[in-house]
């Protein structure tokens, strides 16, 4: 079998070579920055380092489960309807072993009237509601539950919806979602595994005492990493008090406005309007919003730490005490690793399911003498679309 050529090669040469420069640009200004961030490092390792603490032994085995799903990364619009699919499932693990687990797939279709944008937003919201209800159905069935991301962060979807004014036909999945969320929230015994971590904090933190700082633009994780030692974990709390981190994210995007003002309230307040903006937009309760906590769990020194979120309720030192926890291959929980793995959908596989149903359809109405110019003019593609 011929060995397939790279995607660089098939330019013509001025393009490639055009490339190659701006690879080189690129890659100046990635070394800038790393040696930036080093020069500065010990800034932040006096104020971080003293709240960075040694994982307690693991001597507890309990009922761990974890919920996650997965989605159509693209919608096809091959049959007149636009459709994706998902999946979602829970696992439940001992220490190591797998003793249960429950999964269950879904349609989303929408008609193609219906605007892009509304299924691009609605369909996100979509997955997280159907998590989220078998998130409760786990919890009587388990000692400790994960649930893949921030507990809130279906909040900040549903108030862009909003203000594209295509909310009011959903508000009432979002007000089910929220009240799943403040279930969960409130059992006690539910954290959330931010893997696509936005949270740039420290540099928010540093920002009411510095101002402007090389970290404003540099995630926590990158820089923890950097900090951490294996076997650790860093609760934000003893660092930034009672605020949540996401009001010292804020706070970085607004030192890089410029927005920093003399008195450090007013740009705090300036912060958490901004933060809490999406719970006054919607009438929701930000108290459960406000009740969280975040923290970085490192186990393994070759992995970047993975990033916790908890209710004020959940004792974090408890929870670090399970045995077998974290996968050493992503240093994520391994029953969150383990659902992830068995729920994905491939990038083809919308196509594949709508190939079916295709297929099926014209099965159907061939065997009964249906018109065969009807059949083709329905599957003609509305928005032809190239293989991928």
Not at 47 to 65: E, G, T
Not at 144 to 165: E, N, P, T
Not at 292 to 314: F, K, N, Q, W
Not at 353 to 381: D, H, M, Q
Request: charged residues 30%.
């Amino acid at each position: 079998m011929a060995e397939e050529l790279p995607e660089w090669v098939k330019l013509p040469l001025d393009l490639q070579h055009k490339f190659f420069q701006l690879a080189e640009e690129e890659a100046e200004k990635i070394i800038d920055m790393i040696r930036d961030i080093d020069s500065n490092l010990s800034i932040l390792r006096v104020k971080v380092s003293p709240h960075i603490r040694s994982l307690p032994d693991p001597i507890k085995r309990s009922l761990i489960a974890a919920v996650d799903g997965s989605r159509s990364p693209k919608l096809s619009e091959r049959l007149g309807i636009r459709y994706g699919v998902f999946t979602y499932g829970t696992v439940y693990l001992r220490g190591s072993e797998r003793v249960g687990e429950n999964f269950e797939a879904r349609v989303f279709r929408r008609r193609q009237a219906h605007s892009r944008d509304e299924s691009r937003y609605f369909f996100p919201l979509l997955t997280t509601y159907y998590e989220r209800k078998m998130a409760l159905d786990a919890l009587d069935k388990c000692d400790l539950l994960f649930i893949d991301g921030s507990f809130y962060s279906f909040i900040y979807l549903a108030l862009d919806m909003k203000k594209r004014g295509l909310l009011e036909e959903r508000k009432h999945i979002v007000d089910e979602l929220f009240e799943f969320t403040e279930k969960l929230r409130g059992s006690g015994k539910v954290l959330g595994v931010i893997k696509r971590s936005q949270t740039k904090a420290l540099g928010g933190y540093l920002a009411l005492t510095v101002g402007k700082n090389p970290f404003l633009t540099v995630i926590d994780k990158h820089i923890l990493s950097l900090l951490m030692p294996e076997r650790a974990f860093f609760e934000y709390k003893n660092l930034l008090g009672e605020r949540p981190t996401v009001v010292y994210t804020e706070l970085a995007r607004l030192a890089l406005k410029g927005g920093i003002e003399e008195e450090p309230m007013k740009t705090i307040e300036k912060a958490e309007e901004k933060a809490y903006e999406p719970f006054e937009s919607l009438k929701y309760p930000k108290d459960g919003f406000t009740d969280m906590r975040r923290a970085h769990v490192r186990v393994y020194g070759d992995l970047p730490p993975c990033e916790i979120e908890y209710p004020s309720t959940v004792n974090l030192t408890d929870v670090l005490s399970e045995s077998d926890l974290f996968n050493e291959a992503t240093n994520l929980p391994i029953s969150l690793d383990l659902v992830d793995n068995l729920v994905n959908i491939s990038s083809k596989f919308t196509e594949e399911f709508v190939s079916e149903v295709e297929g099926r359809v014209l099965e159907v109405l061939v065997r009964n003498g249906e018109k065969l110019e009807s059949i083709k003019a329905f599957f003609t593609f509305l928005n032809p679309q190239k293989p991928f």
